[in-house]
């Protein structure tokens, strides 16, 4: 148990949570999240769309739909995964209801008066909060566990990444799309035309991970790791290039980083550095398919940058589902649950 998650269970077991998006692929791994770490609460409510009111999902919950029939009243927290409209329409409501909303989209990110939080990282940014919070970008997750150690020693000056994300990362329609495509082509079929994304994602790699708003030559996905790196680690200087691509795998991303320190920094202290810092293990040559089902965030291939004197390259992955998004969530809610700190 962390000192949150056990400050937690003794502050308080009397929590209401709702967990809104919670037949998706996050809120799916959020309820598993809540119960694995043995959250302390009296009551957890499902929340979806109208289609799934009524689903039974295990340990005996009961989904009900959020229209404007829905009882809001008596949440502490609320979980937050179904989509940016979803979280811009109705988080607001369940913070006039009282309750502290943890929000997984993109919806306030970039709101200067709601902090973004890793847990392992810049938990002090939740002082003050006005009960809404926003949790990452899964890829900026998983970055900034493996570079805040890093940034704290010696500064960073430039960041080059790119990243391989997986298809859940787009929800539960991206991973039925893979997985028919794989099928079909494995059947020698005609592989069903794509529909969550611009291309094919069944046996091939899809250069540019999110969309493009008019004007814009990067996506909105390598906007979010600009922004957010920059949010989260409280350093507008640092240059950031970031190239986002969809590649087959179904849970877990990964990504190439490169990175330009301001002061020196020994390859052997960089180790140090990984190796002690919290929620991260360093292993030889990290994969999704290990890394899956698991909280923390795997770093390897650590090595100097020949070509410049204080740069150093590493591969970083961490299950999108877990730390990308449910752990993290859950990690901040106990942080609250703990009172720590709270609500303005
Ligand atoms: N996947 C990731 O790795 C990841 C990581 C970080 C953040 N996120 C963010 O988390 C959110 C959910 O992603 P996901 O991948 O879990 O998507 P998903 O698998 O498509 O699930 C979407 C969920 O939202 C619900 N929903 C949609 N519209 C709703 C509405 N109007 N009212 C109530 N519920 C509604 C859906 O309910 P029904 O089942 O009833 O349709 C479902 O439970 C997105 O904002 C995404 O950007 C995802």
């Known amino acids: 148990m962390t000192a949150a998650q056990m400050a937690a269970a ?11 998006g919670a037949t998706g692929v996050v809120g799916t791994t959020m309820l598993q999240t809540l119960r694995e770490r043995s959250f302390p609460s009296a009551e957890i409510v499902p929340f979806a769309t109208e289609r799934s009111a009524g689903r039974r999902l295990a340990g005996g919950l009961t989904v009900r739909a959020l229209n404007d029939g829905a009882d809001l009243s008596g949440f502490d927290i609320a979980l937050f995964s179904a989509g940016a409209g979803t979280s811009r329409a109705w988080a607001r409501r369940f913070v006039e209801h009282g309750a502290t909303v943890v929000d997984n989209s993109s919806a306030f990110r970039r709101d200067p008066e709601v902090p973004l939080v890793v847990s392992e990282v810049n938990p002090h940014a939740l002082a003050g909060h006005r009960g809404l919070i926003a949790n990452p ?12 150690p890093i940034h704290r ?13 997986s298809v859940s990362g787009t929800g539960k329609a ?10 079909a082509r494995l059947d020698g079929a005609d592989p069903p035309a794509p529909e969550v994304y611009p291309e094919p994602i069944g046996y091939n790699v899809i250069g540019a991970a999110g969309n493009f708003a008019p004007g814009d030559d990067h996506t909105d996905e390598e906007r979010k790791m600009m922004f957010e790196t920059r949010k989260i680690l409280e350093d507008e200087e640092i240059g950031i290039a970031v190239t986002c691509v969809r590649v087959p795998v179904r849970v877990g991303h990964s990504l190439a980083v490169n990175l330009q320190t301001r002061e020196p920094l020994a390859i052997e202290r960089a180790h140090e550095l990984l190796a002690t810092a919290p929620g991260l293990i360093v292993e030889h040559v990290p994969t999704p398919l290990r890394a899956e089902g698991r909280d923390e965030v795997f770093v390897g291939r650590v090595r100097r940058d020949e070509s410049h004197p204080r740069a150093l390259s590493m591969w970083v992955v961490a299950d999108n589902l877990r730390k990308g998004a449910a752990t993290n969530a859950v990690q901040i809610a106990e942080l609250l649950a703990a009172g720590v700190p709270a609500r303005a």
């Not at 003794?10 to 809104?20: H, I, K, P, T």
């Not at 020693?153 to 994300?165: D, H, M, N, P, W």
């Not at 991973?175 to 028919?180: A, K, M, N, Q, V």
Request: hydrophobic share 50%; with cysteine.
């Open 153 to 165: 020693a010696v500064g960073i000056e430039r960041l080059v990444v790119s990243t391989y994300q």
């Open 137 to 148: 970008n899964c890829s900026t997750m998983q970055l900034m566990v493996a570079i805040a």
């Open 174 to 183: 991206a991973l039925s799309e893979l997985d028919g495509q794989t099928r």
């Open 10 to 20: 003794q502050v308080s077991d009397r929590l209401r949570v709702a967990v809104v």
